[in-house]
């Protein structure tokens, strides 16, 4: 069975969209109704979308994800997977931070004027 829960993008979009409808000056209730109809959604899901936007405001549409397939020595790997598995993130989201760090510093350039 498939499921019917919004992606993330998707998520932040009707967010979003809720918000600006409510910063037009619509109602929660006139928005609700926007929001149903736009996206084919149930009143009582699109008010979740309008009371989200009204409560906690605009939501960060997340990038688009690839899968991107490396191959590392099984040690590695198995840290990896350990290190994340303890600090109660994703592998993805473990390696992610690091290459964006580790990147980072690479574009900084050498330190200490080698």
């Given at each position: 069975m498939?499921?019917?829960r919004a992606r993330a993008d998707q998520y932040a979009r009707r967010v979003n969209a809720a918000g600006r409808?409510?910063?037009s000056g619509l109602e929660v209730s006139q928005a609700t109704r926007r929001i149903a109809q736009r996206y084919g959604l149930s009143d009582r899901q699109a008010r979740?979308?309008?009371e989200h936007a009204r409560d906690e405001g605009e939501v960060e549409v997340p990038k688009a994800k690839i899968v991107f397939t490396v191959?590392?020595?099984a040690g590695l790997a198995q840290r990896v997977r350990a290190?994340?598995?303890a600090s109660?993130?994703?592998v993805?989201?473990?390696v992610a931070q690091?290459?964006?760090?580790y990147l980072d510093r690479e574009r900084a350039g050498p330190r200490g004027g080698r």
């Open positions: 498939k499921s019917k409808l409510l910063d979740r979308y309008v191959k590392l020595p290190f994340a598995r109660g993130r994703t993805s989201a473990l690091a290459l964006h760090e």
